[in-house]
T-cell receptor
């Protein structure tokens, strides 16, 4: 199993450009999350999904959109990138049943995004 | 609202010395508690977790943590630190179907 994978690993954008980050998991998990990590701020939740076709806002959703068309994929979109969105983005997933009850989240390796 | 506080932004210890990283939480219900570690340029790896039962939990890499309900704390400990333990450590809290809430992290440096 690959676990949670993220594409791309690195990206540089100019202000105003758009892009989509892809998260994929092969653990058949229901729940998926997008976080951003900034120095001194820890991990902050952007959006999450509790199942295919569902999405919900997290702590810092502004400027981002998400979609969960397939259970295994969770896409994070930036429609018009801003320098404030320069960050490292992490995707995570969690199962249901016993694993989900214990709320353990599995993380991808991250995407480092720079917006100039 | 739930929150996690890690009071120490950066800690430096000598190799072979003991380590304690502090974590305090605020949560309305009975929490599930986690410690994750992040090596430079890497994702987060679960060190250990507490759900119920024995308040002293053992994790990977020789780490342990103790849940103290009266102090709302879940401190991480290791008796003898190795240079490879240098990383950033995150405490997190959650329960049920809610997403985990993370602290801001403690960066650990290990000196010879």
């Amino acid at each position: 199993n690959a676990g949670v994978t993220q594409t791309p690993k690195f990206r540089v954008l100019k202000t105003g450009q758009s892009m989509t980050l892809l998260c994929a998991q092969d653990m058949n998990h229901e729940y998926m999350y997008w976080y951003r990590q900034d120095p001194g701020m820890g991990l902050r939740l952007i959006h999450y999904s509790v199942g295919e076709g569902t999405t919900a806002k997290g702590e810092v959703p502004d400027g981002y959109n998400v979609s969960r068309l397939k259970k295994q994929n969770f896409l994070l979109g930036l429609e018009s990138a801003a320098p404030s969105q320069t960050s490292v983005y992490f995707c995570a997933s969690r199962g249901t049943g016993l694993a989900g009850m214990y709320n353990e989240q599995f993380f991808g390796p991250g995407t480092r995004l720079t917006v100039l | 609202a739930q929150s996690v506080t890690q009071p120490d932004i950066h800690i430096t210890v000598s190799e072979g010395a003991s380590l304690e990283l502090r974590c305090n939480y605020s949560y309305g219900a009975t929490p599930y508690l986690f410690w994750y570690v992040q090596s430079p340029g890497q994702g987060l790896q679960l060190l250990l977790k507490y759900f119920s039962g024995d308040t002293l939990v053992q994790g990977i890499k020789g780490f342990e943590a103790e849940f103290k309900r009266s102090q709302s704390s879940f401190n991480l400990r290791k008796p003898s630190v190795h240079w490879s333990d240098a990383a950033e450590y995150f405490c997190a809290v959650g329960a049920g179907n809610t997403p985990l809430v993370f602290g801001k992290g403690t960066r650990l440096s290990v000196i010879a």
